[in-house]
T-cell receptor, first 116, second 109 residues
């Protein structure tokens, strides 16, 4: 049982390059999330998808786009990478049966992205 | 002011010690609370949920104080393997989690 799978695990980009981070979950979860983690900042929500077909901005969406391709997959795209986007990116998923019911999230093992 | 605040530590304790972390949150409408554990360069993993009446899981005890808006985690009989960063997590509404920056625990022999 893979859980949440992220690819790639490491990536180095030059400023201005674009790339897509991939995330897939096999737990039949409805909701998926993208976070970034920077030293001393904790995890910050970039975008989330409460259910298939919907996406919403989180705390730090600027410079990113997302696509909920199907129930399993949720991708994060950097259209023009900037050094400020150097970070560790985590994808997560949860089973959200309804609004107001807090559900823990399961995380992928992260993508370490460096922008030069 | 951050929505969820934690003492970053590090807390350096000997094996067998009891250690406690606190976490404060600013939004009184917060609904659900969790402690996650994150090992160095790894993903966060759920340690335990925090219930209003307090709850225990082996050596770990979590408490919630809604009036003062803080949650706590107590670890008894610390093990070397408890060394990690402990993240306080709050859900305000729906399923959007807000993470604290984490408290570093180092257990030494």
């Amino acid at each position: 049982n893979a859980g949440v799978t992220q690819t790639p695990k490491f990536q180095v980009l030059k400023t201005g390059q674009s790339m897509t981070l991939q995330c897939a979950q096999d737990m039949n979860h409805n909701s998926m999330y993208w976070y970034r983690q920077d030293p001393g900042m904790g995890l910050r929500l970039i975008y989330y998808s409460a259910s298939e077909g919907t996406t919403d901005k989180g705390e730090v969406p600027n410079g990113y786009n997302v696509s909920r391709l199907n129930k399993r997959e949720f991708s994060l795209r950097l259209e023009s990478a900037a050094p400020s986007q150097t970070s560790v990116y985590f994808c997560a998923s949860s089973y959200s049966p309804g609004q107001g019911l807090g559900q823990p999230q399961h995380f992928g093992d992260g993508t370490r992205l460096s922008i030069l | 002011r951050k929505e969820v605040e934690q003492d970053p530590g590090p807390f350096n304790v000997p094996e067998g010690a009891t250690v406690a972390f606190n976490c404060t949150y600013s939004n009184s409408a917060s609904q659900s609370f969790f402690w996650y554990r994150q090992d160095c360069r790894k993903e966060p993993k759920l340690l335990m949920s925090v219930y209003s009446s307090g709850n225990e899981d082996g050596r770990f005890t979590a408490q919630l104080n809604r009036a003062s808006q803080y949650i706590s985690l107590l670890i008894r009989d610390s093990k070397l393997s408890d060394s990690a960063t402990y993240l306080c997590v709050v859900i305000k509404y729906g399923n959007k989690l807000v993470f604290g920056a984490g408290t570093i625990l180092r257990v030494k022999s």
